[in-house]
């Protein structure tokens, strides 16, 4: 890092936290009263499976008993003579079900356990206390889900805040992601939030895709920020408040919006063959152009005429033009409202985005900052 860009990075963050190695000794499990999260062998979510695929702590496996009692944990049927078995064997050698017994048959009994559900304890107490009869460390998360949801929520109001952001300018997400993989190549920090909306800029077959929850979005975001070395800049690609169904957490947005952004320059031809090469769309050109048609804004009628015609003949004149006459010019308007608020960085200009020649030409642009300023 240089010291002009060190300056600058003050000047934009006055305030800068305690020299700690990353964000996760600032926002600890702590406050929700269990150990950091890579403490623990296993994370159990004693939640349905609907609940856990729309949302869930990272690393976590989950787990649905048969019977939800007071007593150990046994297999059987949602009924009362299951009920009344379950509350009559109270020993440690009740048996486990197969599947909790296959979840922590590999583990060490000196390996922690963290259990966690949705009820308030009704269900995970009962796996805690059957796992404890046999000797394991077990956690109980307190307040269950609703607890860890207000700290997630709460750790993405704090921790964007003490980050000093930058951002890769380009109108496709195919671009930044070349960009920041290099970024990370040569020693850089890079947050992917595009990445984990599962939609990119630009892309057309990402639309498609299916984008994960508000919820499982954030749990993923807190999870990449309490890793980030705050005396570090973290880059990013440059991203929208709102991606499909998803919103960036508000203090992030903010973040975002203010952070200097580096705007990147290449061929077009070397940007054409990559957009084809990073996006299947283009295996069928006349159905790529039906679906840009559809975009917010529209495109104007006179460019979706040409790309028409061009579909039927030539994919890297139509994909030029779309780029060109389409997503660069909005990408220009936003840039410049970019560069007008805050100090931005120098252009990052690459021959070529090939990751092979793209990562010297990264290094040379922005030298990998030491791991602490000086």
């Given amino acids: 890092m240089t010291l002009g860009q060190e300056s600058s990075d003050r000047a934009r963050n006055p305030n800068p936290p305690a020299r700690i190695e990353s964000l996760a000794g600032a926002f600890h499990p702590h406050a929700i009263e269990v150990q950091d999260f890579s403490h623990y062998a296993l994370i159990i979510d004693v939640r349905t499976r609907e609940d856990y695929e729309d949302d869930h702590i990272p690393g976590a496996v989950q787990f649905s008993p048969a019977v939800v009692s007071p007593g150990p944990l046994v297999t059987g049927q949602h009924n009362d003579r299951n009920r009344a078995l379950a509350a009559h064997d109270s020993g440690p050698e009740a048996e486990l079900p197969a599947s909790l017994a296959a979840l922590v048959e590999p583990l060490k009994l ?39 949801r207000r700290w997630v929520q709460a750790g993405l109001e704090v921790l964007p805040r003490m980050v000093t952001f930058r951002v890769v300018a380009t109108s496709l997400g195919c671009e930044a992601d070349r960009v920041l993989n290099a970024l990370a190549t040569v020693g850089h920090q890079v947050l992917n939030v595009e990445a984990l909306m599962v939609r990119r800029r630009g892309s057309i077959s990402c639309r498609c895709a299916q984008q994960p929850s508000q919820t499982w979005f954030e749990s993923q975001l807190l999870q990449r920020l309490r890793a980030v070395d705050p005396r570090r800049p973290v880059w990013v690609g440059d991203v929208d408040a709102q991606v499909g169904e998803l919103q960036l957490p508000g203090s992030l947005a903010d973040a975002l919006v203010a952070a200097p952004a580096a705007p990147l320059g290449a061929p077009i031809e070397e940007r054409v063959n990559r957009w084809i090469e990073d996006e299947p769309a ?31 003949r030539e ?22 409202q970019r560069m007008a608020m805050s100090s931005g960085i120098a252009p990052l200009v ?7 020649r793209l990562a010297p030409t990264v290094r040379a642009w922005q030298p990998t900052p030491d791991a602490v300023a000086t």
């Fill in 282 to 312: 283009w295996a069928s050109p006349s159905d790529a152009v039906d679906a840009i048609a559809s975009w917010e804004p529209a495109p104007e009628r006179h460019l979706l005429d040409r790309w028409r015609e061009l579909s039927l």
């Fill in 315 to 336: 994919l890297a004149g139509l994909v030029a033009s779309v780029l060109t006459d389409y997503l660069d010019r909005r990408q220009a308007a936003r840039l410049s």
């Fill in 110 to 148: 000196d390996q922690a356990i963290l259990v966690y559900c949705g009820r308030g304890g009704l269900d995970s107490l009962p796996v805690a206390r059957a796992l404890r009869w046999r000797g394991w460390s077990v956690d109980v998360l307190p307040g269950g889900w609703i607890n860890y």
């Fill in 350 to 356: 690459a021959d070529s985005l090939n990751p092979d």
